[in-house]
């Protein structure tokens, strides 16, 4: 799969590396081909550096990692998105996101052409999704959004990144829900000092 990665700091770069050793094209997607965050990250295989336009003309699935104040401004640059999946991985933390939203997400469909658009890999630190494995037990994922192909999508990819299970929290109408478990993981790791080396797992009985 070809895979844009805008936003090639510790998540985006995470996830790069766990897709390009698991086969993905990764198209890291910058303002500077020639110097920018996460130039190392080209060390992987699979992995090269483009503007943010033709690395998304070149892609089938595009993630977006970068800080939520910027959000329309990179969804903007991106270019045309017709039948592209987007997958959002950012979070509105204490007011901080894209002006007029109360999620990122629904300021990425406000201003794309796709409607491809889901939101995974948020609800989580980097640490995790670099490695979700704790001993024995391994993290799940957990995605929402209309998009059915864009679920399927981000599953696969969970899958691929290492994660046990995705499971599917709902439609457009969870975007929030979503940002909120996240700051959850954001409050415990922080704000209560539990440190980074925390996540979650989904329990059945």
Known sequence: M?????????????????WAK???????????????????????????AHSVQEATRMAEVILISTPAPTT?????????????IIIDAMNTVMGRGA??????????????????VVKCFNT???NNLANPMYGEIVLDA????????GKEIAKKLAFDAGFAEC???????RF????????????LAMFQKQGREIGFKLLKR
Request: overall charge negative.
């Open 72 to 84: 329309i401004e990179v969804v903007q640059s991106l270019g045309d998105t017709t039948g592209k």
């Open 22 to 48: 698991s086969g993905h094209t990764i198209l890291l997607g910058v303002r500077n081909v020639q110097e920018f965050k996460g130039k190392e990250l080209l060390k992987n295989p699979n992995t090269t």
């Open 167 to 173: 499971y599917d929290v709902g439609g457009n109408d």
């Open 142 to 149: 957990f995605v929402c959004g209309d998009s059915t192909k």
């Open 176 to 187: 929030e829900l979503m940002e909120q478990f996240a700051f959850f993981w954001i409050n």
């Open 99 to 116: 002006e007029g939203y109360a999620s990122t997400t629904p300021a990425i469909l406000a201003h794309t052409q796709t409607k491809e």
């Open 2 to 18: 070809k895979i844009a990665i805008i936003g090639t700091g510790n998540v985006g770069g995470a996830l790069a590396t766990s």
């Open 124 to 126: 989580t630190g980097a």
